[in-house]
């Protein structure tokens, strides 16, 4: 029996989250997370955006992957060619390692921007920060809390979310490992066991089953897991206001320079990692392996 959500017992006691019906307002978009089913199966995305588009189109293009759960485990990323990867996975048989998380699609594409919509969400959110998110199934995103909100559009494939609110934390097992803009739990949802975390037995936890069409709305704060039940392609939008952007990150430039410094998350981070023996950057990794063509894992 493989390590699912169907299987973990810190998740036994999640109830299904809210669902709301089309069409959503601008004022829908508050302090509680909801599902809209198939709220963007109208987008030109939903018709478009698939493993064959990205195979076709990503021949050539050099990413790199974030390989497990890098936000309770190591820190290991390796580099791969774009079309390849999603080739690999259209292909099925042996999963590739690693998942394409935070890709700035429409920094390297513009022209997808046409392709999706947020809408309501945005409209009140003038700073914005969209991301794709490819990868087979079983891809995972450790329990963490984002200080943006967050809409997430299901593309291809099914994920499975769960969610803990805010005022929780305290609850969650906050740990020193840093990441910029991130809190990160210590507790492993899907490999741990109540009796490693007894606080979490009670806590209030939530189930977004999300299937190809559906939207999440995530606010910022709420803590959350994350695991592709197949292979996936998400596109989501970070967004913010004006204030809320200047003091979460005059906050984090603070952690950063702490960070820097060795006060805080010091040989426990996401932003360094391992590479030829040596300890370096995210960026300095990336820019190594870029340079490779898709060579070593660290």
């Given at each position: 029996?493989?390590?699912?959500?169907?299987?973990?017992?810190?998740?036994?006691?999640?109830?299904?989250?809210?669902?709301?019906?089309?069409?959503?307002?601008?004022?829908?978009?508050?302090?509680?997370?909801?599902?809209?089913?198939?709220?963007?199966?109208?987008?030109?995305?939903?018709?478009?955006?698939?493993?064959?588009?990205?195979?076709?189109?990503?021949?050539?293009?050099?990413?790199?992957?974030?390989?497990?759960?890098?936000?309770?485990?190591?820190?290991?990323?390796?580099?791969?060619?774009?079309g390849a990867y999603v080739d690999a996975i259209r292909r099925g048989g042996d999963r590739p390692e690693g998942y394409?998380?935070?890709?700035?699609?429409?920094?390297?594409?513009?022209?997808?921007?046409?392709?999706?919509?947020?809408?309501?969400?945005?409209?009140?959110?003038?700073?914005?920060?969209?991301?794709?998110?490819?990868?087979?199934?079983?891809?995972?995103?450790?329990?963490?809390?984002?200080?943006?909100?967050?809409?997430?559009?299901?593309?291809?494939?099914?994920?499975?979310?769960?969610?803990?609110?805010?005022?929780?934390?305290?609850?969650?097992?906050?740990?020193?490992?840093?990441?910029?803009?991130?809190?990160?739990?210590?507790?492993?949802?899907?490999?741990?066991?109540?009796?490693?975390?007894?606080s979490m037995a009670d806590v209030p936890l939530f189930r977004a089953a999300l299937a190809p069409g559906d939207l999440l709305?995530?606010?910022?704060?709420?803590?959350?897991?994350?695991?592709?039940?197949?292979?996936?392609?998400?596109?989501?939008?970070?967004?913010?206001?004006?204030?809320?952007?200047?003091?979460?990150?005059?906050?984090?430039?603070?952690?950063?320079?702490?960070?820097?410094?060795?006060?805080?998350?010091?040989?426990?981070?996401?932003?360094?990692?391992?590479?030829?023996?040596?300890?370096?950057?995210?960026?300095?990794?990336?820019?190594?392996?870029?340079?490779?063509?898709?060579?070593?894992?660290?």
């Amino acid at each position: 029996m493989g390590i699912s959500p169907a299987n973990a017992p810190l998740l036994a006691h999640a109830r299904p989250l809210d669902e709301v019906a089309l069409p959503v307002s601008a004022d829908a978009f508050a302090d509680r997370p909801f599902v809209v089913r198939g709220g963007a199966d109208q987008w030109a995305a939903r018709r478009r955006w698939s493993f064959d588009f990205f195979a076709e189109r990503g021949r050539g293009v050099p990413v790199v992957l974030e390989c497990g759960n890098v936000m309770q485990h190591a820190t290991r990323y390796r580099a791969a060619d774009l079309g390849a990867y999603v080739d690999a996975i259209r292909r099925g048989g042996d999963r590739p390692e690693g998942y394409l998380s935070v890709f700035e699609v429409f920094a390297r594409w513009p022209e997808l921007r046409a392709d999706v919509d947020f809408g309501a969400f945005a409209a009140r959110r003038p700073i914005r920060f969209p991301r794709a998110w490819i990868g087979p199934g079983g891809t995972v995103t450790g329990l963490h809390a984002d200080y943006p909100d967050n809409l997430v559009a299901q593309l291809v494939g099914h994920k499975t979310f769960h969610l803990i609110p805010p005022g929780e934390g305290h609850r969650l097992h906050p740990g020193p490992r840093y990441e910029y803009g991130i809190r990160m739990s210590r507790v492993d949802l899907l490999a741990d066991g109540p009796e490693q975390w007894p606080s979490m037995a009670d806590v209030p936890l939530f189930r977004a089953a999300l299937a190809p069409g559906d939207l999440l709305y995530l606010p910022g704060g709420w803590w959350h897991h994350v695991m592709a039940r197949t292979p996936s392609i998400s596109v989501n939008c970070f967004g913010v206001g004006v204030g809320a952007f200047v003091r979460n990150e005059l906050r984090e430039l603070a952690r950063a320079g702490l960070h820097r410094l060795g006060l805080i998350g010091r040989g426990d981070c996401t932003c360094h990692g391992t590479l030829d023996g040596r300890r370096m950057s995210r960026k300095a990794i990336e820019r190594r392996l870029l340079a490779r063509a898709g060579g070593d894992r660290c």
